[in-house]
């Protein structure tokens, strides 16, 4: 079993659809990173959690500890929001979950 | 949010030589640089983790002599392949954090798309 889970590992929507993506893991972090990669490759980096909640835009994250998992929403969907987002769990070293593909269709 | 930039993007090599790609943390110093890579459709593979003025440290199964890693400095870290062959054709990306501080984002350099031919 991997030390990160991600759900749904690929995901379809029409634009303006309200999204979510899950992410469980089962060690102990110090921090959650939220990523997004472009088909170019190019890795952005969208959130840092420790706790509850934070927002950006039409993006919100939220990270319950106790029972290891967090989600990242996205409201109002667009096409330019197609893109692999991924899940990392930071202790000394991050630890990826595979990653969720999101397509968006106009 | 901070700044790494990675150089260069693609490079397409000849069999037999080497590639240097740099990593350079624009604004802020970067204790720590982590390298990975990435085959197509996976997850990104940590490589090694490179501290500035020490030796880096490298995860099992990665050729330290094939995989040379610098991190003179702390706003660079180079990642030079030595004697390249066809199945090191990859996508390979840079991190820096600085670990010093309370603050531990991960930054990500753009990544360089490497072929070897």
């Known amino acids: 079993k991997n030390e990160v889970e991600q759900s749904p590992q690929n995901l379809t929507a029409q634009e303006g659809e309200f999204i979510t993506i899950n992410c469980s893991y089962s060690v102990g972090i110090s921090a959650l990173h939220w990523l997004q990669q472009h088909p170019g490759g190019g890795i952005v980096s969208l959130f840092m959690?420790?706790?509850g909640k934070k927002k950006h835009g039409r993006l919100i994250a939220t990270i319950n500890i106790q029972e290891k998992h967090s989600s990242l929403h996205i409201t109002a969907s667009h096409p330019r929001d197609s893109a692999v987002y991924i899940c990392a769990v930071a202790n000394e070293k991050l630890t990826f979950g595979t990653g969720t593909r999101l397509t968006i269709i106009p | 949010g901070a700044v790494v930039s990675q150089h260069p993007s693609w490079v397409i090599c000849k069999s037999g030589t080497s590639v240097k790609i740099e990593c350079r943390s624009l604004?802020?110093?970067?204790?720590?640089m982590f390298w990975y890579r990435q085959f197509p459709k996976q997850s990104l593979m940590l490589m090694a983790t490179s501290n500035e003025g020490s030796k880096a440290t490298y995860e099992q199964g990665v050729e330290k002599d094939k995989f040379l890693i610098n991190h003179a400095s702390l706003t660079l870290s180079t990642l030079t392949v030595t004697s390249a062959h066809p199945e090191d054709s990859s996508f390979y990306i840079c991190?820096?954090?600085?670990?010093?501080?309370?603050?531990?984002?991960?930054?990500f350099g753009q990544g360089t798309r490497l072929t070897v031919v």
């Open positions: 959690l420790s706790s």
């Open positions: 604004d802020f110093q970067a204790t720590t």
């Open positions: 991190s820096a954090r600085d670990l010093k501080g309370t603050n531990t984002e991960a930054f």
